[in-house]
């Protein structure tokens, strides 16, 4: 347990820990480029500074945190947020490892919290100084050329833990919640409206919650960066960051038109986020074309065919992580519906890593506009055989090895029926992207 999971911690070690306050009453932001960094940058301090007391006009739902409480006046954005990944970021997958970490090593905890559930009140322990006060921690800088042992005794370091006061054990099954990306001193942030404006509609002390701060950075792909791209001291394997999704996406079209990562995954500002784990998403960004050199086969004669998996609307590789695999698998089927031996053919796309993370093993990613095609040649040697074609996407693939290989050694029982679940979770959001049958003798 201990080796395979200090490994998938250093996937995130470029991280920041960092704590530190900033007062209620800075000035919102102008909508100039500089000004949406610096507060991108006092947004998303880790962990997110705790809230604090709400100010003593603010109703108990205003004052809360709970989504539910977001959710009796936003309702649309509650609904969606309820079904997307990012509500369900403290998953067993997640738990089954912080559970164990939080008492083993609580900076590696804090660390998965630090994009899981971001909220200090998500969190059941905060940095403190040796001397007992809080503290403001270094930001951690791992060189990318060591191997990710070296963090091993890197575990607990010169910080201490304290218990946290302000923890909600409910708030931190929600994951990354609204209050996560929307709330900072109890004070609401977001986008300016859609008629571009940014002022209230009405005095703040008239409005719930005081009305909101409005700026452009929420509409910004720099605004997801913090827990979609380490930064380039990260990990990085065979000279490529492990996780590099802004540069993918900086370095191809979307950028240069202004599509956003916004644009597309919450589309008319839906709560969504869909990705890899969505069928019609993935169907929108990925083409896939089955092509034969004939229509029919003799016996002798080869078959030729091939499958085309173009990009042609994700806006960063496709997949981005290495998690998610695309499984393009081909066979013959006889005339009595039995396969034919060794007819079969599996191919892999995807970023595959050693569960340890020390090696890549293959990169076959699709870059924005280009494609990929696989071939299969066959000797025909009987008629009334059928080709079936098929493309399946498998977006835990890493993780369901991960947990299957995790899990036994977990030391808790809790844990280990955690992490089993979760391996039976990934292997069942595999859902076909493509298949066809074709009678080619
Ligand atoms: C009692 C109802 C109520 C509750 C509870 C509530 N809001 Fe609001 N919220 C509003 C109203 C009304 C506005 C519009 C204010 C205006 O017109 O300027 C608003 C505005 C906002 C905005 C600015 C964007 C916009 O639509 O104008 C954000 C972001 C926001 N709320 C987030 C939250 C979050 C996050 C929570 C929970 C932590 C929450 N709100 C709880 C009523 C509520
Ligand atoms: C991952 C971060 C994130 C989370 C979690 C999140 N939001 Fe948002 N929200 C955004 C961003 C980014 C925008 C602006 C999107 C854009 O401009 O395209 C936004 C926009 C909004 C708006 C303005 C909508 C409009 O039509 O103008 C409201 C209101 C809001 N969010 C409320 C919520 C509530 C309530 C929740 C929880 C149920 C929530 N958000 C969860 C990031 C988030
Ligand atoms: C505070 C950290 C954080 C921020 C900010 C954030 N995300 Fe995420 N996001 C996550 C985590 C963690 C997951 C994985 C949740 C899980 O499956 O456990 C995730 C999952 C996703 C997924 C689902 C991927 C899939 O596998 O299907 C998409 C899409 C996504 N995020 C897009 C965005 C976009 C767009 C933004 C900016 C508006 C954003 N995220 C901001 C942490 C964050
Ligand atoms: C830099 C932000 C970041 C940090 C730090 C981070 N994760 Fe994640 N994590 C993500 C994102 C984004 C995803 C979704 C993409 C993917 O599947 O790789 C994810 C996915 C996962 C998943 C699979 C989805 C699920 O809910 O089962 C697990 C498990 C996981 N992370 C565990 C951890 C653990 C344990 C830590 C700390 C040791 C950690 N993560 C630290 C961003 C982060
Ligand atoms: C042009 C549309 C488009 C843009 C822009 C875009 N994405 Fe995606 N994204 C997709 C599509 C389609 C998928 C589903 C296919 C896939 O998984 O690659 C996806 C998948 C994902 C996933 C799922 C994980 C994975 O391995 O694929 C994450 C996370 C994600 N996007 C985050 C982002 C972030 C962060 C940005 C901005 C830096 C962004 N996306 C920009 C279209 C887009």
Redesign the pocket.
């Given at each position: 347990m201990q080796r395979l999971l200090l490994v998938i911690v250093s996937m995130s070690a470029s991280v920041a820990l960092s704590i530190g306050a900033w007062a209620m009453s800075d000035q919102p932001p102008a909508a100039d480029d500089h000004a949406q960094i610096e507060f991108l940058a006092r947004h998303w301090q880790t962990p997110i500074p705790p809230q604090g007391k709400p100010p003593a006009h603010f109703?108990s739902?205003?004052g809360?945190?709970?989504?539910e409480?977001?959710?009796?006046?936003?309702r649309a954005?509650y609904e969606d947020w309820s079904g997307s990944l990012h509500s369900k970021s403290m998953g067993s997958g997640v738990v089954g490892q912080t559970m164990e970490l939080i008492h083993d090593n609580p900076k590696m905890a804090l660390l998965c919290y630090s994009c899981h559930a971001p909220l200090t009140e998500q969190q059941e322990k905060v940095v403190k100084k040796k001397g007992g006060t809080p503290s403001r921690v270094k930001k951690r800088h791992r060189p990318s050329a060591s191997p990710p042992d070296a963090l091993e005794d890197g575990g607990g370091g010169e910080l201490t833990f304290k218990t946290n006061h302000a923890f909600s054990a409910s708030l931190q099954a929600k994951g990354l919640?609204?209050?996560g990306?929307?709330?900072r001193g109890h004070q609401?942030?977001?986008?300016p409206?859609r008629d571009g404006s940014i002022?209230?509609?009405?005095p703040a002390m008239q409005?719930?919650?005081g009305?909101?701060i409005?700026t452009a950075a929420f509409e910004q792909a720099e605004f997801c960066k913090g827990c979609h791209q380490f930064e380039p001291s990260g990990y990085a394997l065979n000279g490529k960051l492990l996780e590099n999704t802004y540069n993918e996406w900086k370095e191809g079209s979307y950028a240069r038109e202004g599509k956003s990562c916004q644009s597309c995954h919450m589309p008319e500002r839906r709560h969504q986020w869909r990705g890899v784990h969505d069928p019609e998403m993935v169907k929108q960004g990925v083409s896939v074309r089955l092509a034969l050199d004939k229509e029919h086969y003799r016996v002798g004669e080869q078959l030729r065919a091939e499958i085309t998996l173009a990009n042609i609307g994700v806006g960063h590789n496709f997949p981005t992580y290495v998690t998610p695999k695309i499984v393009v698998r081909w066979e013959l089927i006889g005339g009595d519906g039995k396969r034919v031996n060794e007819s079969v053919q599996e191919e892999r796309i995807g970023r595959e890593v050693t569960l340890d993370l020390t090696q890549e093993l293959f990169d076959t990613r699709i870059a924005p506009g280009k494609s990929r095609t696989i071939r299969y040649v066959r000797a025909i040697d009987r008629t009334g055989l059928t080709l079936r074609a098929s493309v399946v996407v498998v977006p835990d693939d890493f993780y369901i090895q991960f947990f299957e290989a995790t899990a036994p050694k977990a030391k808790g029982k809790e844990a280990r029926a955690l992490l089993e679940q979760a391996a039976r979770e990934g292997r069942a959001r595999s859902f076909p992207l493509f298949t066809e049958n074709v009678v080619v003798s």
């Open positions: 109703s739902i205003e809360s945190l709970d989504p409480s977001c959710g009796v006046c936003h954005q919640s609204c209050a990306c929307h709330v609401r942030f977001g986008p409206k002022e209230n509609s009405a409005l719930p919650h009305g909101a409005r």
